[in-house]
Protein backbone atom coordinates (compact mmCIF):
# COMPACT_ATOMS: atom_id res chain seq x y z
CA UNK A 1 0.00 0.00 0.00
CA UNK A 2 0.81 3.78 -0.57
CA UNK A 3 -0.43 6.90 1.32
CA UNK A 4 -0.14 9.78 -0.75
CA UNK A 5 0.12 13.97 1.05
CA UNK A 6 -2.57 16.07 -1.24
CA UNK A 7 -2.43 19.82 -1.46
CA UNK A 8 -5.82 21.33 -2.36
CA UNK A 9 -7.72 25.15 -2.62
CA UNK A 10 -11.01 24.04 -1.27
CA UNK A 11 -13.03 26.58 -3.29
CA UNK A 12 -13.61 24.97 -6.83
CA UNK A 13 -14.50 22.35 -4.59
CA UNK A 14 -18.18 20.95 -3.05
CA UNK A 15 -15.83 19.22 -0.20
CA UNK A 16 -13.75 16.38 0.11
CA UNK A 17 -16.41 13.52 0.23
CA UNK A 18 -17.64 12.29 -3.43
CA UNK A 19 -21.33 13.99 -3.80
CA UNK A 20 -23.52 13.33 -6.31
CA UNK A 21 -24.09 15.78 -9.36
CA UNK A 22 -21.12 18.10 -8.03
CA UNK A 23 -17.59 18.21 -8.27
CA UNK A 24 -15.26 17.38 -4.71
CA UNK A 25 -12.10 16.76 -4.44
CA UNK A 26 -12.34 12.71 -4.02
CA UNK A 27 -14.22 12.93 -7.42
CA UNK A 28 -11.54 14.64 -9.23
CA UNK A 29 -8.39 11.97 -7.45
CA UNK A 30 -10.40 9.45 -8.58
CA UNK A 31 -10.79 10.72 -12.07
CA UNK A 32 -7.45 10.99 -12.35
CA UNK A 33 -6.46 7.58 -11.42
CA UNK A 34 -8.93 6.40 -14.28
CA UNK A 35 -7.10 8.20 -16.80
CA UNK A 36 -3.83 6.79 -15.46
CA UNK A 37 -5.19 3.26 -16.44
CA UNK A 38 -6.10 2.17 -12.84
CA UNK A 39 -9.48 -0.10 -13.14
CA UNK A 40 -11.68 0.20 -9.80
CA UNK A 41 -15.26 0.30 -8.73
CA UNK A 42 -15.91 2.31 -6.10
CA UNK A 43 -12.67 3.36 -4.85
CA UNK A 44 -9.10 2.10 -5.21
CA UNK A 45 -8.75 -1.50 -2.88
CA UNK A 46 -8.19 -0.71 0.56
CA UNK A 47 -8.52 3.11 -0.07
CA UNK A 48 -9.27 5.75 2.92
CA UNK A 49 -8.41 9.31 3.40
CA UNK A 50 -7.47 11.17 6.42
CA UNK A 51 -10.37 13.72 6.45
CA UNK A 52 -13.72 15.20 5.03
CA UNK A 53 -13.02 19.01 4.52
CA UNK A 54 -16.33 20.78 4.28
CA UNK A 55 -16.85 22.63 0.87
CA UNK A 56 -14.31 25.32 0.55
CA UNK A 57 -11.77 23.87 3.26
CA UNK A 58 -8.48 23.76 1.80
CA UNK A 59 -5.68 21.43 2.85
CA UNK A 60 -1.76 21.29 2.96
CA UNK A 61 -1.67 17.73 4.22
CA UNK A 62 -4.69 15.67 3.18
CA UNK A 63 -3.78 11.76 2.94
CA UNK A 64 -4.84 9.31 1.09
CA UNK A 65 -3.73 5.72 1.07
CA UNK A 66 -4.69 2.46 -1.07
CA UNK A 67 -3.51 -0.35 -3.21
CA UNK A 68 -0.88 1.53 -5.75
CA UNK A 69 0.93 0.14 -8.63
CA UNK A 70 4.97 0.93 -8.17
CA UNK A 71 5.29 3.22 -10.43
CA UNK A 72 2.42 5.79 -9.24
CA UNK A 73 4.89 7.97 -7.53
CA UNK A 74 3.64 11.57 -6.48
CA UNK A 75 4.36 13.10 -10.15
CA UNK A 76 2.81 10.80 -12.03
CA UNK A 77 -0.71 10.89 -10.02
CA UNK A 78 -0.58 14.97 -10.21
CA UNK A 79 -0.33 14.56 -14.06
CA UNK A 80 -3.94 14.11 -14.45
CA UNK A 81 -5.31 16.48 -11.84
CA UNK A 82 -6.37 20.22 -12.66
CA UNK A 83 -3.68 22.79 -10.72
CA UNK A 84 -5.93 23.23 -7.82
CA UNK A 85 -4.85 20.03 -6.63
CA UNK A 86 -1.59 18.76 -6.43
CA UNK A 87 0.10 15.00 -4.86
CA UNK A 88 3.20 16.30 -3.75
CA UNK A 89 4.93 13.32 -1.24
CA UNK A 90 3.99 9.77 -0.53
CA UNK A 91 5.45 7.06 1.38
CA UNK A 92 4.91 3.17 1.77
CA UNK A 93 2.65 1.95 4.60
CA UNK A 94 2.01 -1.84 6.16
CA UNK A 95 -1.06 -3.95 4.22
CA UNK A 96 -3.76 -3.10 6.49
CA UNK A 97 -3.41 0.72 6.92
CA UNK A 98 -5.92 2.76 6.83
CA UNK A 99 -5.72 6.84 6.61
CA UNK A 100 -8.79 7.48 8.78
CA UNK A 101 -8.48 5.40 11.48
CA UNK A 102 -4.99 5.24 12.04
CA UNK A 103 -4.26 8.90 12.16
CA UNK A 104 -2.78 10.13 15.44
CA UNK A 105 -3.77 14.07 15.08
CA UNK A 106 -5.09 16.26 13.14
CA UNK A 107 -4.16 20.08 12.48
CA UNK A 108 -6.62 22.46 11.10
CA UNK A 109 -5.16 26.15 10.95
CA UNK A 110 -7.54 28.71 10.27
CA UNK A 111 -6.62 32.66 9.76
CA UNK A 112 -9.03 34.93 11.37
CA UNK A 113 -9.36 38.39 10.05
CA UNK A 114 -9.60 40.29 13.80
CA UNK A 115 -7.70 43.36 13.84
CA UNK A 116 -10.04 44.49 17.18
CA UNK A 117 -8.31 41.14 19.32
CA UNK A 118 -7.27 42.12 22.67
CA UNK A 119 -3.83 40.51 23.29
CA UNK A 120 -4.88 39.58 27.06
CA UNK A 121 -8.17 37.87 26.12
CA UNK A 122 -6.59 35.66 23.44
CA UNK A 123 -4.45 34.44 25.83
CA UNK A 124 -7.62 33.63 28.03
CA UNK A 125 -9.07 31.75 25.51
CA UNK A 126 -6.40 30.05 24.24
CA UNK A 127 -5.86 28.30 27.97
CA UNK A 128 -9.77 27.94 28.19
CA UNK A 129 -10.92 26.03 25.50
CA UNK A 130 -7.28 24.24 25.38
CA UNK A 131 -7.30 20.64 27.32
CA UNK A 132 -10.56 17.57 27.08
CA UNK A 133 -13.64 19.17 27.40
CA UNK A 134 -17.56 18.10 25.84
CA UNK A 135 -17.68 20.23 22.95
CA UNK A 136 -21.39 19.16 22.22
CA UNK A 137 -22.20 22.66 21.88
CA UNK A 138 -19.70 23.67 19.26
CA UNK A 139 -20.55 20.62 17.15
CA UNK A 140 -23.24 19.24 14.57
CA UNK A 141 -22.76 16.17 15.42
CA UNK A 142 -24.67 14.81 18.50
CA UNK A 143 -21.73 12.02 20.00
CA UNK A 144 -18.26 11.62 19.74
CA UNK A 145 -17.94 15.26 20.89
CA UNK A 146 -15.66 15.04 23.95
CA UNK A 147 -11.77 15.89 22.56
CA UNK A 148 -8.54 16.91 23.86
CA UNK A 149 -7.91 19.87 22.27
CA UNK A 150 -4.48 21.66 21.96
CA UNK A 151 -5.04 24.97 20.51
CA UNK A 152 -2.76 27.96 19.64
CA UNK A 153 -3.71 31.38 19.16
CA UNK A 154 -0.76 33.54 17.24
CA UNK A 155 -1.60 37.16 16.37
CA UNK A 156 -0.03 37.86 12.95
CA UNK A 157 -0.83 41.37 12.32
CA UNK A 158 -4.31 42.19 11.97
CA UNK A 159 -4.85 38.23 11.92
CA UNK A 160 -4.89 35.19 14.38
CA UNK A 161 -3.45 32.52 13.35
CA UNK A 162 -5.39 29.52 14.93
CA UNK A 163 -4.22 26.13 15.19
CA UNK A 164 -6.54 23.33 16.29
CA UNK A 165 -4.87 20.06 17.13
CA UNK A 166 -6.92 16.55 18.30
CA UNK A 167 -7.16 12.95 17.53
CA UNK A 168 -10.12 13.73 15.12
CA UNK A 169 -12.75 16.65 15.31
CA UNK A 170 -16.32 16.08 14.95
CA UNK A 171 -18.30 17.91 12.36
CA UNK A 172 -17.62 22.10 12.28
CA UNK A 173 -16.10 21.62 15.39
CA UNK A 174 -12.90 24.07 14.27
CA UNK A 175 -15.08 26.73 12.29
CA UNK A 176 -17.57 26.70 15.71
CA UNK A 177 -14.33 27.29 17.95
CA UNK A 178 -13.27 30.31 15.83
CA UNK A 179 -16.69 32.02 15.57
CA UNK A 180 -16.61 31.84 19.30
CA UNK A 181 -13.05 32.83 19.56
CA UNK A 182 -13.64 35.80 17.36
CA UNK A 183 -16.78 37.08 19.50
CA UNK A 184 -14.55 36.65 22.99
CA UNK A 185 -11.15 38.34 21.62
CA UNK A 186 -13.18 41.35 19.77
CA UNK A 187 -15.15 42.05 23.22
CA UNK A 188 -18.27 41.05 21.51
CA UNK A 189 -19.09 38.28 24.16
CA UNK A 190 -17.55 38.18 27.86
CA UNK A 191 -15.10 35.44 28.62
CA UNK A 192 -18.28 33.33 30.89
CA UNK A 193 -19.69 32.72 27.50
CA UNK A 194 -16.48 29.63 27.28
CA UNK A 195 -18.20 27.98 30.81
CA UNK A 196 -21.36 27.95 29.37
CA UNK A 197 -20.50 26.58 26.24
CA UNK A 198 -18.53 23.99 27.53
CA UNK A 199 -21.10 23.19 30.13
CA UNK A 200 -23.58 19.78 30.02
CA UNK A 201 -27.01 22.44 29.11
CA UNK A 202 -27.37 22.41 25.53
CA UNK A 203 -27.06 26.06 23.74
CA UNK A 204 -28.92 25.84 20.43
CA UNK A 205 -31.49 28.02 18.51
CA UNK A 206 -30.55 31.79 18.46
CA UNK A 207 -28.22 31.30 21.35
CA UNK A 208 -25.97 28.58 19.75
CA UNK A 209 -23.26 29.66 17.72
CA UNK A 210 -22.40 29.47 13.99
CA UNK A 211 -19.46 28.20 12.06
CA UNK A 212 -17.47 30.44 10.43
CA UNK A 213 -16.65 30.65 6.99
CA UNK A 214 -14.93 27.86 5.47
CA UNK A 215 -12.24 29.36 3.28
CA UNK A 216 -9.64 30.39 5.61
CA UNK A 217 -9.82 27.10 7.36
CA UNK A 218 -6.67 24.61 6.09
CA UNK A 219 -5.91 21.02 7.30
CA UNK A 220 -2.46 21.73 8.07
CA UNK A 221 -0.88 18.43 9.12
CA UNK A 222 -2.25 14.73 9.79
CA UNK A 223 -0.02 12.45 11.72
CA UNK A 224 0.66 8.61 11.86
CA UNK A 225 3.10 6.17 13.54
CA UNK A 226 3.35 4.09 10.43
CA UNK A 227 4.14 7.09 7.86
CA UNK A 228 7.89 8.37 6.87
CA UNK A 229 6.85 10.59 3.91
CA UNK A 230 9.19 11.90 1.39
CA UNK A 231 8.63 14.84 -0.56
CA UNK A 232 9.21 13.89 -3.99
CA UNK A 233 11.45 17.36 -5.14
CA UNK A 234 9.71 17.20 -8.81
CA UNK A 235 5.83 17.36 -7.13
CA UNK A 236 6.80 19.55 -4.18
CA UNK A 237 8.49 22.03 -5.94
CA UNK A 238 5.34 22.22 -9.14
CA UNK A 239 2.97 22.22 -6.09
CA UNK A 240 4.98 25.23 -3.97
CA UNK A 241 5.34 27.37 -7.36
CA UNK A 242 1.11 26.24 -8.17
CA UNK A 243 0.15 27.71 -4.58
CA UNK A 244 2.50 30.75 -4.89
CA UNK A 245 1.28 32.00 -7.74
CA UNK A 246 -2.05 31.59 -6.46
CA UNK A 247 -0.91 33.74 -3.54
CA UNK A 248 -0.07 36.26 -6.04
CA UNK A 249 -3.21 36.54 -7.83
CA UNK A 250 -4.88 36.36 -4.28
CA UNK A 251 -3.03 39.47 -3.32
CA UNK A 252 -2.98 41.42 -6.60
CA UNK A 253 -7.03 40.91 -5.95
CA UNK A 254 -6.91 42.47 -2.75
CA UNK A 255 -4.78 45.70 -4.02
CA UNK A 256 -8.00 46.12 -7.11
CA UNK A 257 -10.40 45.82 -4.03
CA UNK A 258 -8.71 47.59 -2.15
CA UNK A 259 -8.42 50.61 -4.42
CA UNK A 260 -11.95 50.82 -5.19
CA UNK A 261 -12.98 50.11 -1.74
CA UNK A 262 -10.86 53.54 -1.01
CA UNK A 263 -12.06 55.57 -3.95
CA UNK A 264 -16.07 55.50 -2.83
CA UNK A 265 -16.42 58.92 -1.50
Do not use: K
Not at 194 to 206: A, H, T
Not at 213 to 240: I, S
Amino acid sequence: MRAYRVAYDGRPFHGFQRQPDVGTVEDTLFDGLRALGLSFDDAPEGYAAAGRTDAGVSALAQTVAFEAPDWLDSPAFTAQLPESLQVWASAAVPAGFHATHHARSREYTYHLHAPRAEGRRVEQVEWALSGEHDFHNLSADDEGTVRDLGLAISPVGDYLEIRARADGFPRQLVRRLVSLIDAVVCGDEPMDRIPQLLGPEPVDGPEGIPPAPAYPLVLTDVVYDECDFDADPEAANAARDRFADLATTHRTRARVAETIAGGIE
